[in-house]
């Protein structure tokens, strides 16, 4: 290849170069931290102290507090008496075997209340999460259209933002002005059926 194709091959390389590099940066591209929307929006903020309510009417109705304030009493006193003992020395008392028995019992008891604790919170939780997200999307649209986004990518997959390509505050505000709180987010979600009528006795004759 003599220079002079050498040279329009460079050149030809050169145009795509910067040819590529403009279409890069004619592309709009903007950065979303979800969990700070969710943390830091009116309706993210009602849904949290919601699920805390929530939590802690579980602890009080599956009477978790009593039965931990119980576990620490009782293991408190029964630790003196059992820690220098080997298992067979309290197998062979009656009184110290049955209350580490009745200890244990209870302590079984409490994580299992302590889990179907936690399995109800961590569903309803999930199920907030989904709901949020229906109406966390039209915002970032609307917030995107504004912008004129090409595109607009999490917080979580990015190594380096500047502060104006994060549009996370816009759509918190977004989000504040069109579902600020639980009430206008059910509003927003798809009602169940009404059900059937029921026929009249008599097959309404």
Do not use: C, H
Request: aromatic share 4%; net charge neutral.
């Amino acid at each position: 290849m003599n220079v002079r194709k050498l040279a329009l091959v460079a050149a030809v390389f050169v145009g795509l170069t910067n040819m590529a590099g403009a279409a890069f940066a004619q592309t709009k591209v903007f950065i979303l931290d979800e969990q700070r929307v969710r943390q830091e929006s009116k309706l993210g903020k009602e849904l949290n102290a919601s699920l805390d309510t929530f939590t802690s009417a579980g602890v009080d109705q599956l009477g978790l507090k009593t039965l931990k304030t119980e576990l620490d009493s009782e293991g408190a006193s029964l630790k003196p008496q059992i820690e220098s003992l080997t298992p067979e020395a309290i197998a062979a008392n009656p009184t110290l075997k049955a209350r580490v028995e009745t200890l244990n019992r209870k302590a079984q008891d409490f994580m299992q209340r302590q889990d179907v604790l936690s399995q109800n919170v961590e569903q309803r939780d999930n199920n907030y999460n989904m709901a949020f997200l229906q109406v966390l999307a039209p915002a970032v649209e609307a917030v995107a259209k504004e912008a004129g986004a090409d595109a607009i990518v999490s917080v979580s997959s990015t190594w380096y933002v500047k502060d104006n390509v994060d549009i996370t505050a816009k759509v918190i505000a977004r989000l504040d002005a069109t579902v600020p709180s639980i009430a206008a987010l059910q509003a927003t979600l798809p009602q169940p059926p009404a059900p059937a009528a029921v026929p009249a006795p008599g097959g309404g004759r």
